[in-house]
């Protein structure tokens, strides 16, 4: 049986590394394996984006400014 995840990960709004790769590991101990993985990239989004614009971007936005997201296609062997 296959399933298909999109693992993620981002700074929130407070600053703090979040992500989704516990429940992609939780599937990792019932016994299924990765079948595919395709980026779907994701940079920009998270902890200060929302309240930047490309005149006011400050230092500290743009270093904790990213993130990552995959579409994972799992597979229970």
Do not use: C
Not at 25 to 52: C, D, L, R
């Amino acid at each position: 049986m296959q399933k298909s995840l999109i693992v993620n990960g981002y700074w929130d709004k407070k600053g703090t590394w979040t992500d989704t790769t516990d429940q992609l590991n939780k599937y990792f101990t019932e016994g299924y394996e990765i079948v595919n993985v395709s980026p779907m990239g994701a940079f920009g989004f998270g902890f200060g984006y929302a309240n930047s614009t490309s005149d006011s971007f400050s230092q500290h936005d743009s270093q904790s400014d990213h993130g990552f997201a995959s579409l994972v296609i799992i597979e229970k062997k």
